[in-house]
């Protein structure tokens, strides 16, 4: 397997997970913006400021968690809880930590890595931890569980809230 394959065969899984990691932030907005306003509003809140980069996914993220876990809120989304209770930990480890190093990182395609790929079937990102001290290289693996189980907490984690939405439009408060 040649190099330009190697560097295809992480474009798609790269692209994958970031995709993924996309609908997940864009049905966290639909559920942030439905929870706060309705009708035009909504679409407002969406188009104005939770689509944009004014807030990132992590304040989505903590938002989110302070609205399903509000005193007031106990009963609505007890089952949502029930039924998922480790989403912010999920969120915050798998869909945002996750999404930044398979989108930010730097690919290891040094010379030698093609080769230990074909042996191990891991990829390899390349993380630069630079202090005003300590310069720092660290590698981050990822086999083929690793990577299932990435995709599969992500898919986890929007389908969970694609469900609170749909029961958020049958009922809403």
Do not use: W
Request: proline share 2%; aromatic share 10%; charged share 35%.
């Amino acid at each position: 397997m040649g190099n330009k394959h190697l560097h295809l065969i992480v474009s798609d899984i790269r692209g994958a997970i970031i995709q993924n990691c996309i609908i997940v932030e864009r049905v966290l907005d639909e559920f942030l913006s439905g929870y706060f306003c309705k009708g035009d509003l909504k679409e407002e809140l969406m188009t104005f400021l939770l689509c944009t980069e004014r807030i990132n996914f992590r304040g989505k993220a903590d938002i989110f968690k302070l609205i399903i876990d509000k005193k007031e809120n106990k009963e609505r989304f007890a089952k949502f809880k029930k039924e998922n209770p480790n989403i912010h930990k999920d969120i915050n480890d798998y869909v945002i930590e996750e999404r930044n190093i398979f989108a930010h990182y730097l690919f290891d395609s040094t010379d030698g890595y093609n080769e230990r790929y074909q042996n191990e079937k891991k990829i390899r990102f390349i993380k630069f931890k630079v202090s005003k001290d300590n310069p720092d290289i660290q590698y981050l693996e990822y086999d083929n569980d690793r990577i299932l189980q990435i995709q599969n907490t992500i898919r986890r984690c929007g389908e969970a809230i694609i469900g609170l939405n749909e029961d958020i439009a049958k009922n809403p408060v």
